[in-house]
């Protein structure tokens, strides 16, 4: 069994926030894959399902942001895992907006949520880091991370989330290179009649029967060939 949780914090008022993308993950894979109906539990809202061949529990803390831990810790002793059951999807200022990246273990980079986690389970846990951007100055990061998604963030926003989903049974099975792929043709899909794969049909050669032969020597005499030079 894993378990898949989402950073964010509760309440209608903080939906949209670029706080509560790990919320926004977790939402679109329990939706995309016929997840059961949330319920409360472990100081959070679960909901039980299956990715692949694998049983997932998906947990959003109700904690807030700062106590995110308490319910990860909970779930975890709960069902009897290890850290490395467990992957946390959150914000991540350090990348750019739509990128999206896999880590295991390593400090916790000021994250409220994953310092938090950190304290109760310790960092050899898995964290899927999805870029937000940063604001440019320390000072901004506290009102940027609270406040909703601009418009001109919503394609990209919906592309990353299409790809979590996409790629979440691999995630479940330990494939993070399967799980990265699946986001990127969400995020960067191969130009339509273009790429490597048409060029490798270009290089093929072409089949004996296709290729072109020189022509066959014209069946005339010398006689009428001289007789052609004075025509």
Do not use: C
Not at 36 to 65: I, S
Not at 136 to 165: I, N, P
Not at 183 to 196: A, Y
Request: charged residues 25%.
């Amino acid at each position: 069994m894993k378990i898949f949780v989402g950073l964010g914090n509760p309440g209608s008022q903080h939906s949209a926030n670029r706080h509560n993308i790990g919320f926004m993950a977790v939402d679109r894979i329990a939706d995309a894959h016929g997840f059961q109906p949330w319920k409360a539990r472990f100081q959070g809202h679960v909901a039980e399902g299956r990715l692949g061949g694998d049983k997932v529990l998906l947990l959003k803390p109700a904690t807030f942001m700062n106590l995110s831990g308490q319910a990860v810790g909970e779930a975890m002793r709960f069902y009897k895992l290890e850290p490395g059951d467990v992957t946390v999807f959150h914000d991540e200022l350090d990348l750019a907006p739509g990128k999206v990246r896999v880590k295991v273990g390593g400090g916790h980079a000021g994250h409220n949520g994953l310092r938090s986690i950190h304290g109760h389970i310790g960092e050899a846990y898995r964290r899927v880091r999805l870029g937000i951007g940063h604001p440019g100055r320390k000072e901004l990061v506290a009102g940027y991370v609270l406040h909703d998604f601009a418009k001109a963030d919503q394609d990209w926003l919906d592309d990353v989330l299409r790809g979590l989903t996409d790629g979440s049974e691999a995630l479940a099975a330990d494939d993070a290179a399967g799980f990265l792929n699946a986001v990127g043709l969400r995020v960067s899909p191969p130009r339509s009649g273009g790429g490597t794969k048409v060029q490798a049909k270009t290089d093929q050669p072409l089949p004996v029967s296709s290729q072109t032969s020189e022509p066959a020597p014209e069946p005339r005499s010398p006689l009428q060939r001289l007789a052609d030079r004075f025509r």
